[in-house]
T-cell receptor
Framework: DQQVKQNSPSLSVQEGRISILNCDYTNSMFDYFLWYKKYPAEGPTFLISISSIKDKNEDGRFTVFLNKSAKHLSLHIVPSQPGDSAVYFCAASGGGSARQLTFGSGTQLTVLP | EAGVAQSPRYKIIEKRQSVAFWCNPISGHATLYWYQQILGQGPKLLIQFQNNGVVDDSQLPKDRFSAERLKGVDSTLKIQPAKLEDSAVYLC?????????????FGPGTRLTVT
């Protein structure tokens, strides 16, 4: 039972254009969402997060949008740079005191020069 | 500030052998996590420690996997005996506390291949 889904395994974007990565979730108890970026042979690194009380959070070139009614979030990268090429994981937490993260399967973003 | 350290980085063993992974979290981080990441999937939590106590090990296959965090700092994850399906990257992460807003910092992982 995949509670967090990233339906696009890969995405290619031209340098300078917008990259949009999507994520869907099924568990209504999730109230905090995160995006992690992962380069080959490295562990995931935290990128940006959003609480369910917000619908948008922005940090430089990265913006995360949350649509709670649709149980959908997206990560926008503008403008995209070749160094952004990596695997992006969506993660969610909520419910219970432990608040573990549930990860999606990831989207490989390739930014073409 | 030093990041999360893991060793070894790579390990190849035959099925039915045993293996152990080591993790040193960021100094002062009370919460430590072990994840299993199978190729093409996202990390899946195996066990979470708060200091030296287990918070959640519901997804740890306890017939073959064990983990400990003595003195609330370093942690080891052991597999005995290994199966082919245990081939994965084992990630260790730590956070200052557990909860929203306390981001998890990941180590580079140990890539295990079981033949």
């Amino acid at each position: 039972d995949q509670q967090v889904k990233q339906n696009s395994p890969s995405l290619s974007v031209q340098e300078g254009r917008i990259s949009i990565l999507n994520c869907d979730y099924t568990n209504s108890m999730f109230d905090y969402f995160l995006w992690y970026k992962k380069y080959p042979a490295e562990g995931p690194t935290f990128l940006i997060s959003i609480s369910s009380i917000k619908d948008k959070n922005e940090d430089g070139r990265f913006t995360v949008f949350l649509n709670k009614s649709a149980k959908h979030l997206s990560l926008h990268i503008v403008p995209s740079q070749p160094g952004d090429s990596a695997v992006y994981f969506c993660a969610a937490s909520g419910g219970g005191s432990a608040r573990q993260l549930t990860f999606g399967s990831g989207t490989q973003l390739t930014v073409l020069p | 500030e030093a990041g999360v350290a893991q060793s070894p980085r790579y390990k190849i063993i035959e099925k039915r052998q045993s293996v152990a992974f080591w993790c040193n979290p960021i100094s002062g981080h009370a919460t430590l996590y072990w994840y299993q990441q199978i190729l093409g999937q996202g990390p899946k939590l195996l066990i979470q420690f708060q200091n030296n106590g287990v918070v959640d090990d519901s997804q740890l296959p306890k017939d073959r996997f064990s983990a400990e965090r003595l003195k609330g700092v370093d942690s080891t994850l052991k597999i005995q005996p290994a199966k082919l399906e245990d081939s994965a990257v084992y990630l260790c992460a730590s956070s200052s506390l557990a909860g929203a807003g306390y981001e998890q910092y990941f180590g580079p992982g140990t890539r295990l291949t079981v033949t």
